[in-house]
């Protein structure tokens, strides 16, 4: 039996991710989760699943490889659980499992996930890195994207080191079928518009949504019986909500802040848009696929790999304003069958090859592979 450790910064609610991540098979495997931060609320999934969870509620400013009460803390978590395989997610949790690792008499192959892609990184940041990764036994990167940007920026890395295992999730509740009209009158009972487009994520930057709001704004100058949807919350709520007033388009622009039901959601749209200046690879948009959107998104990360061959929509550059305005045209009018075609497509790419069940398959021949000699007779 493997014993992976699971090491998450902060617990900040049920995240199918991490527990699609961690359904490692278990006659196989036994899969303990920790989390430096964090209160449990009794609605975490990996706990429902079986895993055993511990919630240490570390300080933030704590929670560091350099403070030794945390790091102890993680060092008595793998001698007592007898800990093959640590899986350390963001960068605070790989620096913490790596000196408690150091400091433990076990000596567990520690592997990191990254999640995504940084606009740059500083030679101090790099040198941080260098000295990590030779503590590493891998590193998991979420799309083959992000696994070039690490090989791009990483001084002196052992490339076979690197690992792609593209992001998957359970489909289940995006495949059930439903009724658009029942879910636009859940969502948005007073709007008769023809077009709903609609798209999820924090409200920040990186997410782009001024270009799209703009694009939105010029678009409706000529398809007016149009709503675009904004579902997230975050720092640029207030900037947005001006712009949206600033074009004269508060009636067609819909902040709905935190969702809970993203299917339903979802099911209201006709046309999901995703403008992100980066992505390492957007659960969000893998969701919208599965719900069988079209979808137009930016031509940034991971995203192309996502769209590979498949005919599904739109791929615009971030900044391209006039190439969203246009992609929301040209899709809006499409013939009916056409445009149920291409959703019909984005459903079965996710399906078929962004899975949770391959993703969690990938996961354990991985750590398999790592601790293939200790259970050797």
């Not at 002196?156 to 658009?180: A, H, W, Y």
């Not at 709903?196 to 799209?212: C, D, M, Q």
């Not at 459903?347 to 050797?376: G, H, I, N, P």
Request: with cysteine; proline share 3%; glycine share 6%.
């Amino acid at each position: 039996m493997v014993n992976v450790l699971y090491l998450i910064n902060k617990y900040s609610g049920n995240y199918p991710l991490y527990n699609a991540q961690a359904a490692l098979d278990n006659s196989k495997f036994r899969t303990i989760v920790c989390y430096l931060s964090g209160t449990y609320d009794g609605n975490n999934g990996l706990e429902k699943q079986g895993c055993k969870a511990i919630y240490l509620n570390i300080d933030k400013k704590k929670a560091r490889w350099y403070h030794y009460s945390a790091i102890s803390k993680i060092r008595q978590i793998i001698e007592d659980e007898n800990i093959h395989v640590i899986n350390c997610h963001r960068r605070r949790a790989t620096e913490i499992g790596i000196a408690a690792s150091l400091l433990s008499r076990a000596k567990p192959a520690i592997f990191t996930t990254i999640h995504g892609l940084r606009e740059s990184k500083s030679y101090l940041r790099k040198l941080k890195e260098f000295f990590i990764n030779r503590k590493l036994a891998g590193i998991i990167c979420i799309s083959y994207a992000v696994g070039e940007y690490i090989l791009k920026t990483s001084w002196f890395l052992d490339t076979s080191k690197v690992t792609v295992i593209q992001n998957g999730l359970p489909f289940e509740k995006f495949l059930i079928p439903r009724v658009k009209s029942e879910s636009r009158n859940l969502i948005l009972p007073k709007v008769t518009a023809k077009y709903w487009f609609g798209t999820i994520g924090r409200l920040s930057e990186v997410k782009n949504h001024k270009t799209l709001i703009t694009a939105f704004a010029k678009y409706v100058e000529t398809i007016q019986n149009s709503v675009l949807l904004i579902a997230g919350e975050g720092l640029l709520e207030a900037d947005l909500k001006n712009l949206v007033d600033r074009y004269g388009i508060k009636d067609k622009v819909f902040f709905l802040g935190f969702i809970t039901d993203i299917p339903e959601f979802l099911n209201a749209l006709d046309v999901f848009v995703l403008p992100s200046f980066r992505e390492g690879l957007c659960l969000a948009l893998l969701e919208a696929m599965a719900s069988g959107l079209p979808v137009i998104t930016s031509n940034v990360g991971g995203i192309p790999e996502v769209f590979g061959k498949a005919e599904m929509g739109k791929m615009v550059e971030p900044s391209d304003t006039g190439g969203f305005e246009i992609a929301m045209k040209e899709l809006i009018s499409l013939p009916e069958k056409t445009l149920n075609e291409l959703g019909a497509n984005s459903r079965e790419r996710a399906v078929t090859d962004f899975s949770s069940t391959r993703m969690t398959r990938d996961y354990e021949k991985l750590f398999q592979k790592e601790t293939k000699q200790l259970f050797m007779p």
